[in-house]
């Protein structure tokens, strides 16, 4: 995996400091767009891991602001990915954002609902300003979350 860190314009409007968000799914091709263009339209800090197992750790260890989850992955699901996270005392209130190109029977739907960190699906492929702006509006409304000494979002540039 990549730590991406995207270097802006000094002209162009910054947060006062960067949302980090860890990217989880078997796609190479869709964890590098991804990283790709929140460091490009958001200016954030992205971490990918490329199946569940990984991704846990790095969750653990790069201690992310909010999880983009695939769905269907070798190995762990992302519905079990999201129960791991949340056994965790470390992971257990961080955000997750399910992205699946996969369609979701209404079972599975509300199973996804009842999980405490999950926040939003969104489908592939995505539209990328729009999943980052509601992005930044989940690490916004995430109050209890804010971490001491860390401030993010507080005058947020919206992706152009």
Do not use: W
């Not at 263009?37 to 200016?43: A, E, I, Q």
């Amino acid at each position: 995996s990549r730590l991406y860190v995207h270097q802006r314009k000094p002209d162009m409007r910054l947060p006062k400091a960067t949302l980090r968000a860890l990217c989880i799914d078997d796609d190479e091709d869709c964890r590098s767009v991804t990283a790709k263009l929140f460091t490009r339209l958001g200016g954030h800090v992205v971490e990918t891991a490329g199946n569940g197992e990984d991704g846990i750790i790095k969750a653990l260890e790069f201690e992310p602001d909010i999880i983009l989850l695939d769905l269907n992955m070798p190995g762990m699901n992302g519905f079990e990915v999201m129960d791991a996270l949340y056994a965790e005392e470390a992971t257990r209130n961080i955000p997750v954002v399910m992205i699946t190109g996969a369609s979701l029977s209404e079972d599975e739907y509300a199973m996804l609902k009842l999980k405490r960190n999950f926040k939003m699906l969104a489908t592939k492929p995505a539209d990328f300003r729009a999943l980052l702006r509601k992005v930044n509006g989940i690490c916004r409304s995430e109050a209890a979350y804010k971490k001491p000494g860390r401030r993010f979002f507080d005058n947020c540039a919206e992706p152009a």
